[in-house]
């Protein structure tokens, strides 16, 4: 978002995330309270409408309010986002795994939020990746606020088929809300993305 550090912006407040501003010159306000993070959002929109800066958009507000986020990127789309202080990128490569449960300790020990690039990944371990991460964030019961963004969701938890990722991903939207995790799904398709998840979702972020 437009930055909220010049001398005419009124700063932001600490306890919203604040996704418009009418302060910033923006036609209406809208902001969500703290609890957004614990909320599961579906994010919308034919190619081109927006959907990647909206999901950074989200991503640069719960760092700022101090909060945390897992964004696996599948289309290289966030590389700026790990310019954020406390925001740190990995990008395994083809042959390459990750170490997720390292991944999941560190999000319990330290304020750190992660860009998962995976841009160099082929889709099976893109899947597995995913579904590993569910289940190590799951099984961890961190109790605190932790969002977890999904590009392109309809690979992994697709409307036909179940992939590897598929039944972790649905487990993180019905259960993860008791230990303040939060889900993102970002898709091109509504169609095309599992009604089983989308069911989960009580925010819909439509662009037009």
């Avoid at 932001?12 to 604040?18: G, K, N, S």
């Avoid at 406390?86 to 490569?93: A, G, Q, R, S, T």
Wanted: proline fraction near 5%.
């Amino acid at each position: 978002m437009e930055s909220w550090d010049t001398e005419s912006a009124t700063p932001a407040p600490q306890d919203e995330i604040v996704l418009a501003s009418v302060a910033l010159g923006q036609p209406s306000d809208l902001s969500f309270p703290l609890d957004f993070v614990r909320d599961k959002i579906f994010l919308t929109g034919i190619t081109g409408s927006g959907k990647s800066w909206t999901g950074g958009l989200i991503m640069e507000e719960i760092n700022r309010v101090g909060l945390q986020f897992v964004c696996f990127d599948i289309l290289g789309a966030h590389g700026g986002i790990s310019s954020l202080p406390n925001v740190e990128e990995l990008k395994p490569k083809g042959g390459e795994t990750l170490n997720v449960k390292g991944l999941v300790d560190r999000l319990k020990k330290e304020p750190v939020s992660f860009l998962v690039d995976m841009t160099d990944l082929p889709l099976e371990k893109q899947q597995t990746l995913i579904s590993e991460y569910c289940e190590q964030l799951l099984s961890a019961k961190l109790g605190k606020g932790i969002m977890t963004i999904i590009e392109e969701c309809q690979d992994f938890v697709p409307q036909s088929g179940k992939p590897t990722s598929f039944d972790a991903i649905v487990r993180l939207c019905k259960l993860g809300r008791q230990n303040g995790y939060g889900v993102c799904l970002i898709s091109q398709r509504a169609a095309s993305v599992s009604k089983e998840a989308l069911s989960q979702c009580s925010i819909y972020m439509i662009h037009n």
